[in-house]
Every structure is written in C-alpha cells, then in structure tokens.
C-alpha cells in the first residue's frame, strides 16, 4: 500500500505531464531544457534577421548619371545593362555591379610631360618652377622630357625651294591641351569591355586619349607653319586635330566622344624671344601696309571724285559752249540773211551794187561784233596796257585775264 501511495504521489506531483511513464526531470535537467529551448528560438530568429538582411544587402539603386552593368561570375549577363531605379543581385562573387558614369563630361590635362605613359605635347616644367616668377628655361631643349610636334616648313607649303633645292624653315612647337570626353548612348557596354579598369581616373582609357591626341597633333602640325599655329590659324588647326582624332578613336569603337580645347601654343622657349621679335616686326609691317593701303584708297576715292567733278563740269561747260556757238550761229546766219536782203534791195532799188552794198554792211556788221567782244572780254580783265607805238606800228592791247573764273580776283 504504501508503495502504492508513494507512486500516486509522484504521479499527483506531474499531474502535467500526459505520459505516466516518463518520469519527472530533476531540477538541473529541467533548466537546460529550457536554455536549448530558448536557444533554438533565438537562433531561429537570428536566421530569419540574417536571411532578412541577405536580401535587403542585395537591394542597390542606379542613379540618373550612371549605368550599372551587372556581371555573373565576371561575365556580363544577357540583358545586364541596368539603368537608373532599384534592383536586386546576388553577392559578390556570385554577382558583380560595374557602374559606369553616363551625361557626365570628363576632362583630362593634357599640359605637360607627367612621365613616358603620359604623352603631352607641352615643354616639360615642374611645378616648383612653374610657380617661380623668374623661372629660366634650360639652355637646350630637352628633347627625352620636352613634348612638342613638328611644323611644316613655309617655303614648302607655298611651292618654293631654296637654291640649294631644300625646304627650309621647319620648327618646333609646344601645344597644351584639354581632352572632354563622355560616354555616348548606348557605348556603355563598349566602354566597359573595351577601357574599364576600374580605376576612379580611368586610367587606361586616359592613357589611351593622350597618346591619340599626340599621334594627332604630330601629324597635323607636319601640314602647318609655325606662324599659322602661334599667331594665324588656332581655331582651324584644332579642329583639324580634333577631326583626325576622333577620326582615330572611331576606327576602335570606344563608346565615347571627345572634343578638344587648345589651351596654350608656344614656341620653343630659347628661341620665343626671337620668334616674338620678329612676329612685332610682322605686326608692324603690316599696320604700315594697311595704312599705306588705307591711305591710297582714301587718294584714289579723292581722286576719282575729282575727276567726276571736272568731267561733270567739262560737259557743262561743253553743253554751254554749244549751245552758245548754236545761238552765235543762228544769230549770224540771221545778220547774214538781213545783211544779203539788204544788199539785193539796194541793187533793185539802183542804190548801189550789190557787192558794194554787201561789203560795207558786212564791214559794220563785223565792227559792232568786235565792239561786243571787246567788252565781254574787258569785263573779265584783271590788267590791261596799252603800250605806245610808232606811227607806221598798229595799236596794241595787252590784257591779263585769269584763267579759273572761280578764283576771287586780288584787290590792289
């Protein structure tokens, strides 16, 4: 009985527990059930914070200036191009994003000689020197450090030899530079497998433009003289060297467009001294030629307009003069025909003959014209002389008449 008891008292004891048969856990192994318990739950919920931030970690977003190219195990995906929004990838090295900026204009100094991989076009200066107010150019050009091009001779550009029958007057010229590139649309995957190196300052592809623009500027400076670089044709020269460039990198399918800006040209600094010299002597030159020039034009504008004025005035004295000789003969062949009817009318009448008659009409006739002349022609009369003759000598006038009617007479 008392065995009995002592087994209904446990069982009364675990009244929770369903199963009669299992018997009650002590104290110590009660609370590691309960620990593993609760560590179960909390690694559970760690797994579901894990997963949660797995996926959230996947989640990146596109901006509006850039172009994310996706990568699976290093190899572009088919249809990988992802534009501006938010998406989703596996992590890394599963999946990959490259980004690659898009609308934005890069710009590369292209000054001076940085180091071999860096070709530029513009004498080699450090920048301690470039700061220094007095800075001296070394005594000789240093042709390892120095960048410049070649320029064509002028004698050759015009056709001309020498009499030793070479071209003479080749020179040196130094050119800086800015390359301002940018990504066209749609080049992204271009850009991508053909120049990305991953580096912020493209590096590569930097490399590349310059060593282009160089190849471009040495051979367009081989069609140009000095002068048209320095002082005449800039502009055309770098749209020349823009064109051939573009021209270059369009033979590799970048992705990309560039445009040019010359940003300095210089001559060789030992000489400059003598190149500005005789570039002030050009200038000078050819201010005096276009004052001469504007000089002459001014003279023969003058000139021309003088000519028309007396051609304008010789016609209107020409028409005077004719039309004062038509009145003179029409006035005479008036006096001519009274003076014939005259003479017949005495002749018919028996007062005279005919001849006779005519002569001493005509006689008069002759005086009173004369008379008319003669003070015509003494109105106009600055000086008049009448000199003393013999007897047997006729009397004669000496006048003095001025020759331009429009020159005021001198009082005395």
């Given at each position: 009985m008392s065995d009995h008891h002592h087994?209904?008292?446990?069982c009364s004891c675990n009244s929770d527990n369903h199963n009669p048969d299992i018997e009650p856990l002590d104290p110590g192994s009660q609370a590691l059930s309960d620990a593993l318990k609760f560590s179960f739950m909390l690694l559970k919920l760690i797994m579901i914070l894990v997963l949660a931030g797995f996926i959230y970690s996947g989640f990146y977003t596109i901006e509006a200036n850039e172009v994310g190219i996706e990568l699976l195990f290093g190899r572009v995906k088919e249809g990988g191009l992802l534009r501006t929004g938010w998406h989703w990838k596996w992590p890394s090295p599963i999946e990959e994003i490259v980004r690659i900026p898009v609308d934005v204009d890069h710009k590369i100094m292209v000054d001076r000689v940085d180091g071999i991989d860096k070709p530029a076009m513009w004498y080699?200066?450090?920048d301690e020197q470039r700061l220094k107010d007095n800075y001296y150019p070394p005594q000789n050009i240093q042709f390892i450090k120095d960048g410049y091009s070649l320029t064509a001779s002028a004698s050759?550009?015009?056709?001309?030899k020498s009499e030793t029958d070479q071209m003479v007057d080749y020179n040196l010229c130094h050119t800086?530079?800015?390359i301002t590139w940018n990504v066209i649309e749609g080049g992204e995957l271009k850009v991508f497998e053909k120049v990305w190196d991953g580096t912020p300052d493209w590096k590569k592809l930097t490399t590349i433009l310059r060593t282009v623009l160089a190849d471009s500027v040495i051979t367009v400076s081989a069609h140009y003289d000095i002068e048209d670089i320095i002082w005449g044709s800039s502009e055309k020269f770098?749209?020349?060297v823009q064109d051939y460039m573009k021209e270059r990198l369009s033979r590799f399918d970048y992705g990309i467009e560039v445009e040019l800006q010359l940003v300095g040209k210089e001559t060789p600094q030992q000489v400059k001294t003598a190149f500005d010299a005789a570039n002030s002597a050009e200038q000078q030159a050819e201010k005096l030629k276009n004052e001469a020039k504007g000089k002459s034009e001014e003279i023969m504008n003058q000139a021309t307009a003088d000519a028309a004025n007396i051609l304008a005035q010789a016609r209107a004295y020409a028409d005077t003069v004719v039309q004062s000789a038509r009145a003179d003969a029409d006035y005479l062949t008036e006096v001519l025909a009274k003076i014939d009817k005259?003479?017949?009318e005495a002749a018919q009448s028996g007062k005279g003959e005919y001849k006779k008659v005519y002569n001493d009409l005509m006689a008069i006739t002759v005086d009173q014209l004369?008379?008319?002349t003669v003070r015509v022609v003494m109105a106009n009369v600055d000086q008049a002389y009448a000199p003393t003759t013999s007897g047997d000598k006729p009397d004669q006038w000496r006048i003095f008449i001025n020759r331009?009617?429009?020159i005021k007479k001198t009082e005395k």
């Open positions: 087994i209904h008292g446990q080699y200066v450090t050759a550009l015009k056709g001309d800086n530079w800015t770098k749209l020349e005259a003479a017949k004369y008379q008319e331009d009617p429009s």
